[in-house]
């Protein structure tokens, strides 16, 4: 069974900063990867997809890498904002279409 | 644009009583899944489906059951609620696309307790 790992749980940066989160998976037989954020009370925004074919992905502040082979994704803040204050969580879609999520990195963003 | 939409936002339910929590989607998705997450856990698949008529169980299925008649909705239906099933319930949909499936997008949840 696939199982994504997300380390740190917690993370509190200043304003400003570049941070990465990480994400690891224990079977690189997936077909993409997604990383989303969830505001508190809330449902959860798509960020970034990264198909099996690709290394990275760019959208404004946000990078997300993905190295398949040793089942590790990184999604990197430039410039963090406290509006970027949030829990992230990546996903991994295995072969039965389904995603397999990890437990987040909750985010804080000092001012 | 209205995307997923949950319905209801919140419920409480007694032991032993059953309910249908709603989920719709507007953007002609093929795909449609419903996840639980609960503290430490990360999200979990319940059931899914990748057209009309077409269910299947997914990472943890018992308790609940699906049916889906039309490509637009996906109700969950829980059978004789027990105090385990208290978690947040989510809706998502995607495009299936090659074969695979396309970004995801999350209804708001549903916060749901039994007591």
């Known amino acids: 069974k696939q199982e994504v790992t997300q380390i740190p749980a917690a993370l509190s940066v200043p304003e400003g900063e570049n941070l990465v989160l990480n994400c690891s998976f224990t079977?690189?037989?997936?077909?993409?990867l997604q990383w989303f954020r969830q505001d508190p009370g809330k449902g959860l925004t798509s960020l970034l997809l990264?198909?099996?074919?690709?290394r990275e992905q760019t959208s404004g502040r946000l990078n997300a890498s993905l190295d398949k082979s040793s089942g590790r994704s990184t999604l990197y803040i430039a410039a963090s904002q406290p509006g970027d204050s949030a829990t992230y969580l990546c996903?991994?879609?295995?072969?039965?279409?389904?995603?397999?999520f990890g437990t987040g990195t909750r985010l804080t963003v000092i001012p | 644009n209205a995307g997923v939409t949950q319905t209801p936002k919140f419920q409480v339910l007694k032991t032993g009583q059953s309910m249908t929590l709603q989920c719709a989607q507007d953007?002609?998705?093929?795909?449609m899944s419903w996840y639980r997450q609960d503290p430490g856990m990360g999200l979990r698949l319940i059931h899914y489906?990748?057209?009309?008529?077409?269910?299947d169980q997914g990472e943890v299925p018992n308790g609940y059951n699906v049916s889906r008649s039309t490509t637009e909705d996906f109700p969950l239906r829980l059978l004789s609620a027990a105090p385990s099933q208290t978690s947040v319930y989510f809706c998502?949909?995607?495009?299936?696309?090659?074969?695979?499936?396309?970004?995801?997008?999350f209804g708001q949840g549903t916060r749901l307790t039994v007591v």
């Open positions: 489906s990748v057209g009309a008529g077409i269910t």
């Open positions: 998502a949909s995607s495009l299936i696309s090659r074969g695979f499936n396309t970004e995801a997008f």
């Open positions: 990264i198909q099996s074919s690709q």
């Open positions: 996903a991994v879609q295995t072969g039965a279409n389904n995603l397999f």
């Open positions: 079977d690189s037989a997936i077909y993409n």
């Open positions: 953007m002609n998705h093929e795909y």
